[in-house]
């Protein structure tokens, strides 16, 4: 089955400055990666999201990009703010039309200091 | 729309007690989730329903059974509660597209 891991475990900036968070996978089959983010007692929420057929993806101060030959993804998040601090997972699945189960990589906090 | 929500938030068991955790969607998604988050392992896949009245094993099935007997509930069950449960519990749902809404979390203390 897929494996996704995702480095590093825990990274702290200082605010303004960026932030990437790199996942790798195994199945090359693999054409959906999504990034969620969870905040401290909630669920993990959306925040961007990549198919294989794009190399890179941007949503204001979120960036993603994706390797396809090399198997690894990143998050890029540039211009950080204190409410960026958070839990945020990787994940890739095999869209096929029907249930597209994800598997997670293992999570990254963020610390965003003043 | 309330979105995916789950009942309780937080629980505590004995080892060997029974409880079934609520899921409820009202997006009218076809596909629900369950997944346990522990720490430092990230979410992992309990089991899956691709519609109503289906249901199928995910990575980590076992202690666990669930059921889908109307489109927007998708119930968890323990049996026979192990310490080894004691976990976050997060249900997920979908439509037709790659997207999974997640709800709040269940707390699950097991003693």
């Known amino acids: 089955g897929e494996n996704v891991e995702q480095h590093p475990s825990t990274l702290s900036v200082q605010e303004g400055d960026s932030a990437v968070i790199k996942c790798t996978y195994s199945d090359s089959a693999s054409n959906y990666f999504p990034w969620y983010k969870q905040e401290l007692g909630k669920g993990p929420q959306l925040i961007i999201d990549i198919r294989s057929n794009v190399g890179e993806k941007k949503d204001q101060r979120i960036a993603v990009t994706l390797n396809k030959t090399a198997k690894h993804f990143s998050l890029h998040i540039t211009e950080t703010q204190p409410e960026d601090s958070a839990v945020y997972f990787c994940a890739a699945s095999k869209h096929t039309g029907t249930a597209s189960k994800l598997t997670f990589g293992t999570g990254t906090r963020l610390q965003v200091t003043l | 729309n309330a979105g995916v929500t789950q009942t309780p938030k937080f629980r505590v068991l004995k080892t060997g007690q029974s409880m079934t955790l609520l899921c409820a969607q009202d997006m009218n998604h076809e596909y629900m989730y369950w997944y346990r988050q522990d720490p430092g392992m990230g979410l992992r896949l309990i089991h899956y329903?691709?519609?109503?009245?289906?249901?199928a094993k995910g990575e980590v099935p076992d202690g666990y059974n669930v059921s889908r007997l109307k489109k927007q509930n998708f119930l968890l069950g323990l049996e026979s509660a192990a310490p080894s449960q004691t976990s976050v519990y997060f249900c997920?749902?979908?439509?037709?597209?790659?997207?999974?809404?997640f709800g709040p979390g269940t707390r699950l203390l097991v003693l």
């Open positions: 329903s691709v519609g109503e009245g289906t249901t």
């Open positions: 997920a749902s979908k439509a037709g597209g790659e997207t999974q809404y």
